[in-house]
């Protein structure tokens, strides 16, 4: 299951995915910004709206996994199960994503193209512009 930072996490934006790569974008309004992405790598199965609110993740239940499996051929290293309120009411929507891997990282300074990886303790280690060029950061200090 995914464990998010504190903050405000509740829209969401798929803002890229090239058939491989997934990038959910997160914020507590993404008309301005995003504070966070969570991204998944080598994605195999993907069924989820691409604007939602306010996910509710949670393991996969067995039927979900069968059914990834089914789709896939194996059961891929990486299930996240999450719901989100359907746009018209009703039952929630269950959403799934299999992939090789997934990370969460904070979307710092992404107006400059820069990304985030975080360390074994939460805070941001490097951050790299388009470029091959690496700013070492300390933590709460955006990249320049």
């Known amino acids: 299951m995914i464990e998010l ?13 090239d058939g491989s790569e ?11 910004h995003h504070g966070l992405e969570v991204v998944f790598t080598d994605v195999a199965y993907l069924a989820c709206p691409t604007q939602f609110q306010d996910p509710r993740f949670r393991e996969p239940t067995p039927d979900e996994r069968a059914l990834v499996h ?12 999450f719901d989100v309120d359907a746009p018209a009411g009703g039952d929630p929507l269950t959403c799934l994503v299999a992939a090789r891997a997934v990370e969460v990282v904070p979307a ?6 820069a990304t985030t990886s975080l360390r074994e303790n939460g805070w941001p ?5 388009r470029s091959s060029r690496k ?7 955006a990249c320049y």
């Not at 700013?135 to 200090?141: D, K, M």
Request: aromatic share 12%; with cysteine.
């Open 5 to 17: 930072p504190e903050g405000s996490w509740w829209d969401w934006d798929a803002l890229h995915f």
């Open 22 to 32: 997934l990038r959910l974008a997160a914020g507590h309004d993404l008309t301005y």
């Open 70 to 81: 089914r789709h896939v051929g194996e059961e891929p290293p990486v299930i996240v199960a």
């Open 108 to 113: 710092w300074s992404t107006a400059t193209g």
């Open 125 to 129: 280690r490097t951050c790299g512009r």
């Open 135 to 141: 700013v070492r950061t300390s933590p709460g200090r």
